[in-house]
């Protein structure tokens, strides 16, 4: 009895070997489909990463030049303050009224240049208030340019001496603000294109690993 149910038991029969081979065959692209599948995901997910690093990037390097923008026109301020000092200058020691024209052009840009710095840097509370003080000793400093020219054409020489000492006064805080200005802007500039470079180099990342995914 034990050797007839041994015998009844079931024998285990190889496959043929072209039934194996669409077996494995069908393996075999069932992962080649899943590696392909699995490789787009992750060129997707490198794309959508990217894009949103290269805009953050687009973002850092508009406030990098937005910051340049701001210290050329705090440049500009002092050159346009230089240039009324000047032409009233000319006019104090020559008396020729042809400065004249010349100092209130230079007067009407200086006070262009002034609105121009506070439009760039409304978005800096700081440098508003900078943008502010500055504006108000310009004003104070343009009165004492007034006043000078007026005692000027009048030939009252005493009263200029009070001025001109005042002039100077407000020239040095003016100076002050600004140099303010730029420390400030420099600092944000360093941290702006500290920024810039992080997300460049997390770009660049992006990138190759997208490329050696797509390899």
């Not at 500055?134 to 009252?156: A, C, F, P, Q, Y």
Request: proline share 3%.
């Amino acid at each position: 009895q034990a050797r007839w149910r041994l015998s009844r038991q079931p024998q285990a029969f190889p496959l043929p070997a072209k039934t194996m081979f669409r077996f494995n065959r069908m393996t075999a692209n069932r992962k080649a489909r899943l590696a392909f599948t699995s490789a787009i995901a992750l060129l997707f997910v490198s794309g959508v990463g990217a894009l949103f690093t290269f805009s953050d990037l687009k973002g850092d390097e508009h406030w990098v030049a937005h910051t340049h923008a701001v210290q050329d026109a705090i440049a500009d301020v002092e050159t346009a303050a230089i240039r009324v000092s000047r032409a009233r200058l000319g006019y104090m020691l020559s008396g020729n009224e042809d400065f004249l024209p010349d100092y209130q052009a230079h007067v009407a840009s200086l006070n262009a240049r002034i609105q121009k710095l506070k439009d760039l840097t409304k978005d800096n509370p700081t440098e508003q208030a900078n943008c502010n003080r500055l504006e108000e000793l310009t004003k104070e400093r343009m009165r004492v340019w007034e006043d000078s020219i007026r005692l000027g054409r009048n030939r009252r020489l005493p009263g200029q001496e009070a001025l001109t000492a005042q002039g100077v006064s407000l020239a040095d805080q003016m100076t002050s603000v600004t140099q303010a200005m730029r420390e400030a802007e420099e600092r944000l500039l360093i941290e702006r294109r500290s920024a810039a470079d992080r997300l460049l180099t997390a770009l660049i990342a992006i990138v190759i690993t997208a490329f050696s995914l797509a390899l």
